[in-house]
């Protein structure tokens, strides 16, 4: 099984700073056939089911807010919200879907200074 | 609306079994793959299983191989988890899950969850 490592583990950012959240997998998720990175990443609120922001690594889910943006490659993931806001208050998890099973990340807790 | 439903959580003893169902709508249930993933209390998500969107080939974790099954009723645009031999470890919040494809097998939609608690 691909094993997902996130870090740091809780993140605490003041509001309108940036917070970044690395994401790392035991071998390559990039399929150089399509050259796509099996890479997903979710939100979850407390008492919230997890929500889709990005996949593809990069491609933000509509609706998402373009102060969130995802990036990397291979076996090397960031998530990044440029100006944190009241509201992103949560944990945010990655996952691979490049083969099965799926695999996620531990989680990293953003909360606000 | 777009939205998964599940239900039939709750409490049940260790070696017991439960079904779980999740109800879709506003979308072609029999056009996309569906999982059910759980997370422990306070803990971190879990894949348990996949079922193809014709329900051709399922696949399953390996905690969960042997005891649980997926299966699901496209006429009744619902999902189904049998969960057998039931375990302590085997408590958590169940969520079933919607994925945008075969070729993009990330998770698009997530119902509330269902929570089961096993304990004696």
């Known amino acids: 099984d691909i094993v997902m490592t996130q870090s740091p583990d809780s993140l605490t950012v003041s509001l309108g700073e940036r917070a970044t959240i690395n994401c790392k997998s035991s071998q390559s998720i990039l399929y150089s056939s399509n050259n796509k990175n099996y890479l997903a990443w979710y939100q979850q609120k407390p008492g919230q089911p997890p929500k889709l922001l990005f996949y593809?690594?990069?491609i933000r889910e509509s609706g998402v807010p373009d102060r969130f943006s995802g990036s990397g490659s291979g076996a090397d993931f960031t998530l990044t919200i440029s100006s944190l806001q009241a509201e992103d208050v949560a944990v945010y998890y990655c996952?691979?879907?490049?083969?099965?099973?799926?695999?996620f990340g531990q989680g990293t807790k953003v909360e606000i200074k | 609306q777009v939205q998964l439903v599940e239900s039939g959580g709750g409490v049940v003893q260790p070696g017991r079994s439960l079904r779980l169902s999740c109800a879709a709508s506003g979308f072609t249930f029999s056009d996309y793959g569906m999982h059910w993933v759980r997370q422990a209390p306070g803990k971190g998500l879990e894949w348990v299983a996949l079922?193809?969107?014709?329900?051709?080939?399922?696949y399953y974790a390996d905690s969960v191989k042997g005891r649980f099954a997926i299966s699901r009723d496209n006429s009744k645009d619902t999902l189904y988890l049998q969960m057998n031999s039931l375990r302590a470890e085997d408590t958590a919040v169940y969520y079933c899950a919607k994925d945008r494809g075969s070729t993009s097998p990330y998770f698009d939609l997530w119902g509330r969850g269902t929570l089961v608690t096993v304990s004696s």
């Open positions: 996952q691979q879907y490049y083969s099965t099973p799926p695999t």
């Open positions: 593809w690594a990069s």
């Open positions: 079922i193809w969107y014709d329900g051709s080939n399922k």
